[in-house]
Nanobody, 130 residues
Framework: QVHLAEFGGDSVQAGGSLRLACAAHGNAVVISYNWFCMGWFRQSPGKGREAVAAIGGDDSTDYAESAKGRFTISKDKREKKLYLQMNNLAPEDSGLYYC????????????????????WGQGTLVNVSS
């Protein structure tokens, strides 16, 4: 099994920045499977879970339209951490941000589909005030 833990959620004013982090822990064999395909998802009140950004086994990235140009996803393979740098935040970015992961090959591209991921964290809360 793999356990994911998110960090970095906070309350900020519109226009501000936050950096979310996700740490992976668990079975060493699973973690060593060429690292992971990973993604960030967000759930807001009254909305379903929506994709924000993803990074593939080939290090390709993909973003939701709302995140393009403002958010950057990255991963540290050595530290086994995933990051999401969020700039120019707006109130509509508020929500519970989840980290997701699944084993994949080094040829796998970024995946924004939630059903591509087997492992999920508990979420970290981001609140952006106007």
């Amino acid at each position: 099994q793999v356990h994911l833990a998110e960090f970095g959620g906070d309350s900020v004013q519109a226009g501000g920045s936050l950096r979310l982090a996700c740490a992976a822990h668990g079975n060493a064999v699973v973690i060593s499977y060429n690292w992971f395909c990973m993604g960030w998802f967000r759930q807001s009140p009254g909305k379903g879970r929506e994709a924000v950004a993803a990074i593939g086994g080939d290090d390709s990235t993909d973003y939701a339209e709302s995140a393009k140009g403002r958010f950057t996803i990255s991963k540290d393979k050595r530290e086994k951490k995933l990051y999401l740098q969020m700039n120019n935040l707006a109130p509509e970015d508020s929500g519970l941000y989840y980290c997701a992961a699944d084993g994949c090959s080094d040829h796998s591209s970024a995946r924004l589909e939630a059903d591509s991921y087997s492992y999920w964290g508990q979420g970290t809360l981001v609140n952006v005030s106007s």
